[in-house]
C-alpha cells in the first residue's frame, strides 16, 4: 500500500524553505544611513547585569553588541526603532539563557530567560554563536558551508526560533543590528 507520509515530509520541507526565503528577503532590506550627530556612550546603551561573566551567552552578546555599536554607531537609530525582548537558550545546557531586551534605545542583557521573551532562539552554543555571522540573504544561507550547516540544523529542529512571524519588523531590526 502507498504511503502519503514521504510527500507530506517533502511538502513540509519545501514550505519551511518558502517561508526562510521570504522571512530573510524581508529581513535583509536595506536601511537608509542615518547621521551620527551626538553619538551616546556605548556603555550606556548596552546594559548588562552584576555576575554577566558567569553566563557565557551574556557575556558574549553583551560583547557583541557593544563592539556593533562603537564600530558602527549609525546602527544605533536601528536601535532606536526596536521594541522586543529576545530570548537565546542553550539547548545543550539548560542554565546557559540570555533574554535581550531592546527597548528606549537601550539593551538590557539579563542572565536567564526572563518572563515569555517576542522572539525565543534555542540551540547549541556554537550555532547560537555563529548564527550572526552567516549574514543576510538566500546566498549567504545556500552557499555558505555555515549557512547550510545552520539551515540543517533548523530543518533538523535542533535549532528552534519562535515568534518571529508575530514579531517580524523587531526581528528584521535585530538582524539589521547583528549582520
Known amino acids: 500500500m502507498y504511503s502519503a507520509y514521504p510527500f507530506l515530509y517533502i511538502i513540509f520541507i519545501i514550505a519551511v524553505i518558502i517561508i526562510l526565503y521570504i522571512l530573510i528577503k524581508i529581513v535583509g532590506k536595506k536601511t537608509s544611513k542615518p547621521s551620527t550627530e551626538s553619538i551616546p556612550n556605548v556603555s550606556e546603551l548596552v546594559i548588562l547585569p552584576a555576575g554577566y561573566e558567569t553566563n557565557g551567552l551574556g557575556m558574549i552578546f553583551g560583547k557583541l553588541f557593544r563592539q556593533i555599536l562603537e564600530k558602527e554607531p549609525e546602527r544605533i537609530e ?24 531592546f527597548k528606549d ?20 552554543l556554537h550555532t547560537l554563536v555563529a548564527l550572526p555571522s552567516v549574514g543576510q540573504g538566500m546566498r549567504k544561507i545556500f552557499l555558505t558551508p555555515e549557512g547550510r550547516r545552520i539551515l540543517r540544523r533548523f530543518i533538523n529542529g535542533e535549532l528552534r526560533i519562535r515568534g518571529v512571524l508575530s514579531h517580524l519588523s523587531d526581528f528584521r531590526r535585530y538582524r539589521q543590528l547583528v549582520k
Not at 539593551?107 to 536567564?112: D, F, K, S, T
Not at 515569555?116 to 547549541?124: L, R, T, V
Open 78 to 101: 536601528i536601535l532606536k526603532k526596536m521594541n522586543a525582548a529576545i530570548g537565546v537558550q542553550d539547548t545543550t545546557d539548560e542554565k546557559t539563557a540570555v533574554t535581550m531586551t
Open 105 to 124: 534605545c537601550r539593551i538590557i542583557v539579563e542572565n536567564g530567560i526572563i518572563g515569555s521573551p517576542d522572539i525565543y532562539i534555542a540551540g547549541d
